[in-house]
């Protein structure tokens, strides 16, 4: 990797830190941060985002300070730019964003990290930030690259893994179907399930994602929602089984159409609802009650801290399966931290090939 | 009990089939049954019904022939009366009808059973028939009355006790609601709720049965759906800490204003959807997924045979708890063959409290 020259601005800062010199003027070097301009309305626009100017912070014992390398970007911080309560609190008005992010660690006042390490975990949308390093997950980039850490051996890669496993329960022979199976979590989802041994389908929204799915992850069929002329229908053709387990990003009329082909004792996983966020109005559609009650069903909401206390055991094993080339995954990487806003609002439009990231 | 008109009847007609005389008259000796005479459009009606005349059934080797006690009718009933596919087949047109009954063997050509034996299971709304003793279930009078294997040593008990505790898994200090809460179903679920150290909280639909709920079943506090003006502020009074389960009868707009209170993880079981049984069109309201999102909430439908290989200890724990007082019932008991479709259509009307039976 070549010396650049943010490299070279660290070794100066660090040194004149070091020094216990120049204090005041590093404060004052710029820190850029990104805070919440106003509440979307519909789908985000760049004026809800705003770029500021931050100090850089002081350290004080037992502080680590961080350097932003790779930035989440996901579909369900929509829901945090409401002011609704949710699963986690909503962002506030006028403040800086977190989100999943790698960080390297360019100064250390605790034992536990030294300068180099990496780390994920949710944190802000600022260049530089000091943390306590409670949350974060020290990671290893000789195990997989950094940006895997947000996706495939991060929050993606387990909630498509605990949600399939836990409430979804492959068993060998069944039928999954997996919506907004191109996005991050979805094209895991589909290779989970081949994995053990089910027939897959995917649904997404460009014929080359169908085409991606089939030749690249492995799905056995997958279907284009916006050219299909009745997604029942064609789900019942790719489905001759019926479908045993539903994993749904996406919710809306493509749920339905999925709905109407379940099994008995289907599960189905209801990790999003994309079709919805930008919704201003709540969304109505059939009760879930019927075909629940029709087909003995469980559908099931989930965040992935629900298994928190199980993550390392679900790393251990997406790692394994990605050293033994079972899993394959795709990212689309935006460049610069400018980049944050546009590529959180292109996710809306479909613009990302599985995990969306951001590299400083 | 005192020998009446039908038991010197059964006495003279055994003793004459015994010794092989007169078959051709007992033949032809009527035998009333009731068949679906047309398909209910909404609310069942009388004239969707017909009585018929048939003869009494001769029995061959390794059967019994049954005569008709106690009739169950319930919700469930209304499905299989539409012809549309559901988890039990629909109820063919002009055929005889069948539900619940408790039976007295009459005659017997199996070592399985004896004239004088009880015995519970589906049956046909028909006042002798025939079985191989397949599917039914010899029960006892002398630990419960007869009916009581209708109601909550039968479907009735078991469907409150598997859907409470296999998918609500109650714990300690929890909230319970449970809609159609005076309902056969409902009274049963608040009572073991609260044998499970619950607050529960029942729906219903008069003040009479919102009293009934608290003075008799010991619910901790009731509401009447009817005379409410904010079903979802209402609930929220009622359950200061949120709804931790919510045991659901009938679907529809009370159902919305219980779930919009329900707290992380909350378990939504959903037995039944009555308020719309009876609508020719498909329901619609907000879609589930963005509650079940919001609360990592579960929702699963389920029909009591999905437990079949655990009924016979649920009827053990429900027959205990009914010996130490810890469970009682109320029944709604119509007299006579001829009331059988009055008293289902009464269903419909909140005319029953608890379990509704005919009694033949």
């Known amino acids: 990797m070549p010396l650049r020259l943010h490299h070279i601005y660290h070794i100066f800062l660090m040194d004149m830190k070091q020094r216990n010199i120049c204090t005041l003027k590093i404060n004052t070097m710029k820190n850029k941060a990104i805070i919440l301009n106003s509440r979307p309305e519909g789908k985000p626009k760049l004026s809800d985002f705003k770029f500021i100017n931050e100090e850089i912070p002081e350290i004080t014992n037992g502080e680590i300070l961080l350097k932003i390398k790779y930035v989440s970007v996901d579909p369900y911080l929509r829901g945090r730019m409401s002011d609704a309560e949710s699963y986690v609190k909503p962002f506030e008005l006028k403040k800086v964003i977190s989100s999943g992010v790698v960080a390297e660690v360019i100064e250390s006042k605790t034992e536990k990290y030294k300068a180099g390490d990496f780390v994920s975990g949710l944190l802000e949308w600022k260049e530089y930030q000091q943390s306590d390093g409670n949350g974060l997950l020290k990671i290893d980039k000789k195990i997989a690259p950094l940006s895997a850490y947000l996706g495939i051996l991060g929050m993606t890669g387990l909630t498509a893994f605990f949600g ?162 079972k899993l394959i995954y795709t990212e689309t990487i935006a460049e610069g931290f400018d980049a944050i806003p546009q590529s959180f609002i292109d996710l809306f439009d479909g613009k990302n090939k599985g995990k969306m990231i951001v590299k400083i």
């Open 164 to 325: 399939l496993t836990e409430i979804g329960v492959p068993k060998k022979g069944e039928t999954i179907v997996v919506s907004g199976a191109a996005g991050a979590v979805g094209s895991i989802v589909g290779q989970i399930g081949k994995i053990s041994g089910c027939r897959v389908v995917g649904i997404a929204g460009t014929d080359k994602k169908v085409e991606m799915l089939k030749s690249k992850f492995g799905f056995d069929d997958a279907i284009n929602y916006k050219t299909t002329k009745n997604i029942q229908k064609d789900i019942a053709a790719v489905c001759p089984n019926g479908v045993d387990i539903y994993f749904d990003n996406v919710g809306g009329i493509i749920s339905d159409g999925v709905h109407a082909n379940i099994n008995r004792l289907a599960r189905i996983i209801v990790c999003g609802a994309i079709s919805g966020y930008n919704d201003t109005s709540l969304k109505t559609g059939p009760r879930a009650e019927y075909f629940l009650i029709k087909k003995s069903a469980l559908m099931q909401g989930f965040i992935v801290s629900n298994y928190a206390d199980k993550f390392p055991e679900g790393i251990k094993q997406l790692a394994q399966w990605l050293k033994e080339g």
